[in-house]
């Protein structure tokens, strides 16, 4: 994986190549290649170790021309960051093909293609698509007969383009488990791993469904579906509203992108939130039927989601009176797990393509889930689309790999969906109306916290020669506290861990001393005492403390603990209030690093693998 484009246009595609790269980049960025078929059907092609900018600088003293291309950038997973493992992948100089996904049986397909003479010069998985096209098309009339033949032989996940030097006026594109969309031009057509490569040149896109395989022309696009036969799939104006590829006035992406997340919010609550009245249909036709016999609910979600599907088991139980179980998805996938009656299952996903999120979903409705709910920022995109219901986040492209604003307006849907499940369950009016106010002052502390960036910036220096960091939380702080470690080890390369603050005794205190910062979320909550004696036992430890509290808890800094004051908030909110300053945190803490912040190493936007 990461990032395709391709094109059939009559005018030169290098360049619109490329740009759809830049905008993908964010979702790797260890290599990157391009290949065209100019007009004398000659396959041109220019591969660049790192970034997309190595890729664009080496175009500019060596041009290619041709209006049939392929383009990628690199995640590796199989071989190591190099010229050689990046795509397009060639065969016999004339077939070039670029792949997102795995291959599962790429060895047993690498030693048959050995055996008929090929020779491979990557160590790739994604160099067998290439010669078994070329080996197809030996027994094929056409390049789609024989890309259809090759998937046939594919076990694992693939979203792939191709491309025949010898028949320049179409491309072949076959998906499955890794998303792919066509755009429509005026006289050409595009595909894509994303819309967003591809935005500068058409607003108008079609998705590929699981098995579909398409034949792309400068004037028609035919698709065909799992059996061969053929099948149209909806073209839609793209409404997008924000097309991040612009940093603006900050320095990173990640930076702006926290910065956005009072506005974030605001656009997640516009249109949901009537006074103190949800509209239920905000989550889909038939949400009000569904919630209203719903009796347990399993999140499924990954990474940073998983963090924001813990906060919303502690929201379901308490205040919709409704069981909740939280689970990774890779883990869900792979154990033998027991439905509850009535159960929904709810996806949590920044793109909605997680590779293991998507497979965990099909997977609930084989073994009996009632139905499902997708939370996302991604319209159009798998979980949405297979999904019962569907909420959208409305948090604008998030480009920076580290999420910040998909994280806490992921949050504030799943408050949203306590309501819409708890008016159901017992939740008074009171409590509801006490929800809805407290999300419509959110925006609003979101700003006050941003505020404190000076602060947090001054107290970052802190960090600068330390290796690892402790932070403690309790309650629905817990898993507060376990984003804030994420975003520190994901971003800085800080080894940081997160416990709930009653397990220090149980272990985590030997590791405790005047090296290893521990930073603690304090709000003034009904645990708030707990977690002052949880922070006395650090103390008299030697430990050096970092504690975000408001002033109701009344922490005064000395010389073990500085007090970093947030502002007051009502409990429900909390954890999203205390999630800024954690950002904030972690984005100074690696400038001090010298590390790259909106592209840490060995880590991709879109995980669209197992």
Same mark, same amino acid.
């Given at each position: 994986? $990461?990032g395709?484009?391709g094109?059939?246009a009559?005018?030169?595609?290098?360049?619109?190549l490329?740009?759809?790269?830049?905008r993908?980049?964010?979702? &790797?960025?260890?290599?990157?290649g391009v290949?065209?078929?100019n007009?004398?059907?000659?396959?041109?092609?220019?591969k660049?170790?790192?970034k997309?900018?190595?890729l664009?600088q080496a175009?500019?003293?060596?041009?290619?021309?041709?209006?049939?291309?392929?383009a990628?950038?690199r995640?590796?997973?199989h @071989?190591?960051?190099?010229?050689?493992?990046?795509?397009p992948?060639?065969?016999?100089?004339?077939i070039a093909?670029?792949?997102?996904?795995?291959?599962?049986?790429?060895?047993?397909?690498r030693?048959? %293609?050995?055996?008929l003479?090929?020779?491979? %010069?990557?160590?790739t998985?994604?160099?067998?698509?290439?010669?078994l096209?070329?080996?197809?098309?030996k027994?094929?009339?056409?390049?789609?007969?024989?890309v259809q033949k090759?998937?046939?032989?594919?076990?694992?996940?693939?979203g792939?383009? /191709?491309?025949?030097?010898?028949?320049?006026d179409?491309?072949?594109?076959a998906?499955s488990?890794?998303?792919?969309?066509?755009g429509?031009?005026?006289?050409?057509?595009?595909?894509?791993?994303?819309?967003m490569a591809?935005?500068?040149?058409?607003r108008?896109?079609?998705?590929?469904?699981? &098995?579909?395989?398409?034949?792309?022309s400068?004037?028609?696009?035919s698709?065909?579906?799992?059996?061969g036969?053929?099948?149209?799939?909806e073209?839609?104006?793209?409404?997008v509203?924000?097309?991040?590829?612009?940093?603006?006035?900050?320095?990173?992406?990640m930076?702006?992108?926290?910065?956005e997340?009072?506005?974030?919010v605001r656009?997640?609550?516009e249109?949901?939130?009537?006074?103190?009245?949800?509209?239920?249909?905000?989550?889909?036709q038939g949400?009000?039927?569904?919630f209203?016999?719903?009796?347990?609910?399993?999140?499924?979600? $990954?990474?940073?989601s998983?963090?924001?599907?813990?906060?919303a088991r502690?929201?379901?139980?308490a205040?919709a009176?409704?069981? $909740?179980?939280?689970?990774?998805?890779?883990?869900?996938?792979?154990r033998?797990?027991?439905?509850?009656?009535?159960?929904m299952i709810?996806?949590?996903?920044?793109?909605?393509?997680?590779?293991?999120?998507?497979?965990a979903? !099909?997977?609930a409705?084989?073994?009996g889930?009632?139905s499902?709910l997708s939370? $996302?920022?991604v319209?159009?995109?798998?979980l949405?689309?297979e999904?019962?219901l569907?909420?959208?986040?409305?948090?604008?492209?998030?480009?920076?790999?580290?999420?910040?604003?998909?994280?806490?307006?992921?949050?504030?849907?799943?408050?949203?969906?306590?309501l819409?499940?708890?008016k159901?369950?017992?939740?008074s009016?009171?409590?509801?109306?006490?929800?809805a106010?407290?999300?419509?002052?959110l925006?609003?502390?979101?700003?006050e916290?941003?505020a404190?960036?000076?602060?947090?910036?001054?107290?970052a220096?802190d960090?600068a020669d330390?290796q690892n960091?402790l932070?403690?939380?309790? @309650?629905?702080?817990y898993?507060?506290?376990?984003?804030?470690?994420?975003?520190?080890?994901?971003?800085s390369y800080?080894?940081?861990?997160?416990?709930?603050a009653?397990?220090l005794?149980?272990?985590?205190l030997?590791l405790?001393d005047a090296d290893?910062?521990?930073? /603690? /979320?304090?709000?003034?909550?009904?645990?708030i005492?707990?977690l002052?004696s949880?922070?006395?036992?650090? !103390?008299?430890?030697?430990?050096?403390?970092?504690?975000?509290?408001?002033?109701?808890?009344?922490?005064v800094?000395?010389?073990?603990?500085?007090?970093?004051?947030?502002?007051v908030c009502?409990?429900?909110i909390?954890?999203?209030?205390?999630?800024l300053?954690l950002?904030?945190?972690?984005?100074?803490v690696?400038?001090?690093? @010298?590390?790259?912040v909106?592209?840490p190493?060995?880590?991709a936007?879109s995980?669209?693998?197992?």
């Amino acid at each position: 994986m $990461c990032g395709i484009v391709g094109a059939v246009a009559q005018r030169d595609v290098a360049d619109i190549l490329v740009e759809g790269l830049k905008r993908l980049e964010y979702r &790797g960025y260890d290599s990157a290649g391009v290949a065209v078929v100019n007009n004398n059907n000659e396959l041109l092609t220019t591969k660049r170790l790192g970034k997309v900018q190595e890729l664009a600088q080496a175009l500019e003293l060596k041009p290619l021309t041709g209006g049939t291309g392929i383009a990628h950038t690199r995640w590796a997973t199989h @071989g190591v960051p190099s010229e050689a493992n990046a795509h397009p992948h060639i065969s016999n100089s004339t077939i070039a093909v670029v792949h997102n996904g795995i291959i599962e049986n790429h060895q047993t397909l690498r030693s048959q %293609l050995q055996g008929l003479g090929y020779e491979f %010069l990557s160590q790739t998985d994604t160099e067998v698509i290439t010669h078994l096209v070329h080996h197809e098309l030996k027994t094929s009339d056409s390049l789609l007969s024989a890309v259809q033949k090759t998937v046939k032989q594919l076990e694992g996940a693939y979203g792939t383009v /191709v491309m025949d030097s010898r028949d320049k006026d179409n491309i072949i594109v076959a998906r499955s488990g890794s998303p792919l969309v066509i755009g429509y031009g005026l006289g050409e057509n595009f595909i894509a791993s994303d819309i967003m490569a591809l935005l500068p040149v058409t607003r108008k896109f079609s998705y590929l469904e699981e &098995g579909d395989v398409a034949q792309i022309s400068r004037f028609n696009v035919s698709i065909y579906d799992t059996n061969g036969e053929p099948v149209e799939r909806e073209a839609k104006d793209a409404n997008v509203s924000h097309d991040s590829g612009d940093k603006g006035e900050y320095r990173h992406y990640m930076l702006k992108e926290t910065y956005e997340q009072p506005t974030s919010v605001r656009n997640t609550l516009e249109g949901r939130l009537v006074g103190t009245e949800l509209n239920i249909d905000t989550f889909g036709q038939g949400a009000d039927d569904i919630f209203k016999n719903v009796e347990h609910v399993q999140i499924i979600a $990954c990474g940073t989601s998983y963090h924001s599907g813990m906060v919303a088991r502690y929201w379901l139980e308490a205040f919709a009176g409704v069981s $909740c179980n939280i689970e990774i998805a890779s883990e869900f996938r792979y154990r033998k797990s027991f439905v509850p009656k009535n159960s929904m299952i709810v996806t949590l996903s920044q793109s909605g393509e997680t590779a293991d999120t998507l497979a965990a979903l !099909r997977l609930a409705k084989e073994i009996g889930y009632k139905s499902s709910l997708s939370i $996302c920022n991604v319209p159009g995109s798998s979980l949405v689309r297979e999904s019962d219901l569907s909420f959208m986040t409305k948090a604008g492209a998030e480009i920076g790999v580290a999420s910040t604003k998909a994280f806490t307006t992921q949050l504030v849907g799943l408050l949203m969906m306590t309501l819409a499940i708890g008016k159901h369950h017992g939740m008074s009016v009171e409590q509801q109306n006490s929800i809805a106010t407290s999300l419509m002052t959110l925006p609003n502390k979101l700003e006050e916290v941003l505020a404190l960036a000076p602060s947090i910036e001054a107290l970052a220096i802190d960090f600068a020669d330390k290796q690892n960091a402790l932070f403690l939380g309790r @309650g629905d702080q817990y898993p507060i506290a376990m984003e804030g470690a994420l975003k520190l080890k994901e971003i800085s390369y800080i080894h940081a861990e997160a416990y709930a603050a009653g397990e220090l005794k149980h272990g985590p205190l030997a590791l405790i001393d005047a090296d290893m910062p521990v930073i /603690v /979320v304090a709000p003034q909550n009904d645990l708030i005492e707990k977690l002052k004696s949880n922070v006395e036992e650090v !103390r008299a430890r030697g430990g050096l403390m970092y504690v975000f509290a408001d002033s109701n808890t009344n922490f005064v800094s000395d010389d073990t603990m500085k007090v970093i004051e947030v502002p007051v908030c009502d409990d429900i909110i909390a954890p999203i209030v205390y999630t800024l300053p954690l950002q904030l945190l972690s984005y100074y803490v690696a400038i001090i690093k @010298g590390t790259d912040v909106d592209q840490p190493r060995n880590l991709a936007k879109s995980v669209t693998v197992e």
